[in-house]
């Protein structure tokens, strides 16, 4: 079979696989931010960062959701970095127990991979703010700290990576499009 059909074959099966009521659970729980003038601070690494960097965008024009992507000013991270370390290079700033904080990753955060997303996911956690994921695998220490969090299923070890990516993105469409969230139309 040729990588091609194997790809959107494995395609096909995390649609099917994905979790209907983790995504509603996760419309709701920005639905009530939104209510609540909370802020979503969204964070990825890679080329979840800029999963991250589209969905702030989405969130503000189309749903009237205040969301900062954290990777978006890249002085700012890297200036974080420099004078801190790599762990603490995100930062919520001025984030509170009625904000959130979104978090797009392949491996959630384990063995010291992708430790400042772990970082500030234990920091939101602190604030008594809400903890949401999209990730890969198990989803590591988002999923098991989150409060809502959607889980990408592994249908092949070998592309774990672009299929969570790209499904993150999916996934962010279908939440910023949903009818509860959606105050303003798409162009096309």
């Given at each position: 079979?040729s990588?091609?059909?194997?790809?959107?074959?494995?395609?096909?099966?995390?649609?099917?696989?994905?979790c209907?009521n983790?995504?509603?659970?996760?419309?709701?729980?920005?639905?009530?931010?939104?209510?609540?003038?909370?802020?979503?601070?969204?964070?990825?690494l890679?080329g979840s960062?800029?999963n991250a960097?589209?969905a702030?965008?989405?969130?503000?024009?189309?749903?009237?959701?205040?969301?900062?992507?954290?990777?978006?000013?890249?002085a700012?991270?890297t200036?974080r970095?420099?004078?801190?370390?790599?762990q603490?290079?995100l930062?919520?700033?001025?984030?509170?127990q009625?904000d959130?904080l979104?978090v797009?990753s392949?491996?959630g955060?384990?063995?010291?991979?992708?430790?400042?997303?772990?970082?500030?996911a234990?920091?939101?956690k602190?604030?008594?703010g809400?903890l949401?994921?999209?990730?890969?695998?198990?989803?590591?220490?988002?999923?098991?700290?989150a409060?809502?969090?959607?889980?990408v299923p592994?249908?092949?070890?070998?592309?774990?990576t672009p299929?969570t990516?790209?499904?993150q993105?999916?996934?962010?469409h279908?939440?910023?499009?949903?009818?509860?969230l959606?105050?303003?139309?798409?162009?096309?």
């Open positions: 079979m990588h091609v059909k194997t790809y959107l074959d494995e395609t096909k099966r995390i649609a099917d696989a994905l209907v983790d995504i509603e659970r996760m419309v709701h729980a920005l639905v009530a931010l939104r209510e609540r003038s909370g802020r979503l601070y969204i964070a990825g890679g960062a800029a960097s589209h702030a965008n989405d969130f503000r024009q189309l749903n009237e959701i205040d969301a900062r992507g954290l990777t978006d000013n890249i700012s991270v200036a970095a420099n004078d801190r370390g790599w603490r290079c930062e919520l700033d001025h984030a509170g009625r959130a979104l797009l392949v491996g955060g384990t063995d010291g991979v992708s430790t400042p997303l772990v970082e500030i234990v920091n939101i602190k604030l008594g809400t949401l994921g999209i990730v890969g695998r198990d989803g590591g220490h988002v999923a098991k700290y409060d809502h969090c959607i889980i592994t249908v092949s070890e070998l592309r774990v299929h990516e790209g499904w993105m999916v996934v962010l279908c939440l910023v499009s949903h009818p509860s959606q105050r303003y139309p798409t162009k096309w």
